[in-house]
């Protein structure tokens, strides 16, 4: 719209008056577009992650499954994206009347399916408004992939192929986006986005996931793990851990520093805006720093103490429990908040993966010591580290003085909403896990044969080992098990994992 030129004499106050209101419109439209790039930028991030997953589930393989490792973490992504395209978003986020009456499902969203309707499509919605809705179903995305990468390291070198196809679309199209939609959806019973018909007067405060996302995949991951059954050798007659053959340090720690510099969009950017959220965002990348710094710091240490090493898996996993931890809590506690979560998420790391091992649980990449515990202490922490002042920035100033956690002295109601939450997602998640996977199991079958396992799936399934050839006139020589070096020669042997 022209900027009108004002002269003196009658009219000249509306002209003014039509001016400042095209100028407005003009900001309103450029803010707009400043928080559609946020999100594009944010979601750019998040799928990075992609990559450290990549890296670290590779990196705790043997030799032979190098392949099948990763077609399943290029399928995350694949799969999750035609999932969330046809009913993932709709559930997520479509809309539901819960808004308003708060006497309707609270479950489940009603349009949004196949980027289709007036959400996406137009009506009387401007093109600045309808950018940042399909920026944010691409951020949103990101993170329903990120769930499902979560299991597929749990179950990796013994899970069946037609297995894995059911869980990623199972996780993605349906699980996950129910959570999304009780705990982030203005329309979900579980919500702090809205005024009315809140739980526990508050409603639930993740975030940016360590519920919604971590734990939902840590719990599937559970369930898959218990369910599918431990690698041949992993564990001895009598239950002693075998350390089996893992492909590579370099990975794990590459992936470990991919994952940290993707959490700063996984984090920071769920302010979903920029504008008039700055201090939010900063002080979100800050406290996740701290956190998942001294996370690495205190695991290395509990593994010191036991083991009588400096273990590197310990320090990953470690940073990487300590960031999970404060992923929900990232946008209303302090700084010294911040490091007594991740401090408190080492240690819950290494109890949690140490229980599963005498549990004879085989979970490769220690995906729910890392993202299901400590995922359910970062929900628990909002309830007692939530600050009123933070929480009035990240969510809404009215209720801060009833809604910031205990230890400030603002009651029980944030706590008890975080610990129904957490009951919720242990049922939901772990209830539709086990039937999903019991229906693979009568299916497609949860493992593959003793055999293929034996062989390895990169040979069996995936057209040989992974590992590059050297030719040597018409005869092809790998580098691994029965090529130029001996068994296991380039591989570490470990008794821990990184996830």
Request: proline residues 2%; contains cysteine.
């Amino acid at each position: 719209m022209a900027t009108t030129v004002c002269v003196d004499g009658i009219g000249l106050a509306a002209c003014i008056n039509e001016n400042l209101n095209a100028e407005m419109g003009r900001l309103d439209d450029l803010a707009l577009s400043v928080n559609t790039f946020w999100l594009l930028f944010g979601a750019v991030l998040v799928f990075f992650m992609q990559s450290g997953f990549a890296f670290l589930e590779v990196g705790c393989v043997q030799r032979k499954n190098q392949k099948n490792i990763l077609i399943k973490n290029v399928f995350d992504a694949s799969i999750g994206a035609l999932a969330w395209y046809v009913a993932g978003y709709g559930i997520a986020f479509g809309y539901d009347s819960y808004v308003k009456t708060g006497d309707t499902n609270g479950f489940i969203g009603t349009t949004g399916y196949f980027l289709a309707g007036s959400t996406f499509r137009g009506g009387d919605v401007s093109d600045e408004d309808l950018g940042y809705t399909w920026a944010n179903w691409l951020f949103q995305w990101a993170f329903a992939a990120t769930c499902a990468t979560i299991v597929s390291g749990a179950v990796m070198e013994r899970i069946s192929f037609g297995c894995y196809l059911i869980y990623a679309v199972t996780l993605t199209g349906f699980i996950y986006p129910i959570m999304v939609h009780m705990t982030w959806s203005a329309g979900g019973w579980m919500s702090a986005f809205r005024e009315d018909f809140l739980l526990s007067r508050c409603g639930v405060v993740d975030f940016a996931g360590s519920g919604v996302v971590h734990m939902t995949g840590g719990v599937a991951a559970l369930v898959g793990a218990v369910m599918v059954g431990p690698r041949a050798g992993r564990f001895g007659p009598s239950g002693e851990v075998r350390a089996l053959p893992q492909l590579s340090w370099v990975y794990q720690a590459i992936g470990t520093l991919f994952l940290w510099f993707g959490w700063y969009g996984f984090n920071g950017v769920s302010t979903l805006l920029i504008t008039g959220k700055g201090l939010v965002a900063a002080k979100v990348m800050i406290n996740s720093t701290l956190s998942g710094a001294i996370g690495g710091l205190s695991s290395t240490l509990v593994a010191l103490l036991m083991n009588g090493y400096i273990d590197p898996a310990a320090a990953n996993n470690g940073i990487l429990s300590g960031f999970v931890a404060i992923t929900g809590p990232s946008g209303v506690v302090q700084p010294e908040g911040a490091l007594l979560i991740g401090f408190i998420a080492g240690l819950i790391y290494q109890g949690a993966s140490n229980l599963l091992l005498k549990l004879r649980i085989d979970d490769v990449v220690n995906a729910a010591p890392v993202h299901l515990f400590c995922g359910m202490w970062g929900m628990f922490a909002v309830g007692l580290l939530a600050e009123e002042h933070n929480y009035g920035r990240a969510y809404y100033e009215d209720r801060a003085d009833i809604c910031c956690g205990a230890f400030y002295g603002c009651g029980g109601n944030q706590l008890a909403a975080q610990i129904v939450f957490i009951l919720v997602n242990l049922a939901w998640t772990g209830v539709t896990s086990a039937i999903m996977f019991t229906v693979a199991k009568y299916t497609v079958g949860l493992r593959v044969s003793k055999e293929v396992e034996e062989m390895g799936m990169d040979s069996s399934k995936h057209g040989g080992l992974a590992d590059y050839a050297h030719t040597e006139g018409n005869k092809s020589l790998d580098n691994s098990r029965n090529g130029l070096f001996p068994v296991g020669a380039d591989e570490i042997h470990v008794g821990s994992a990184v996830a």
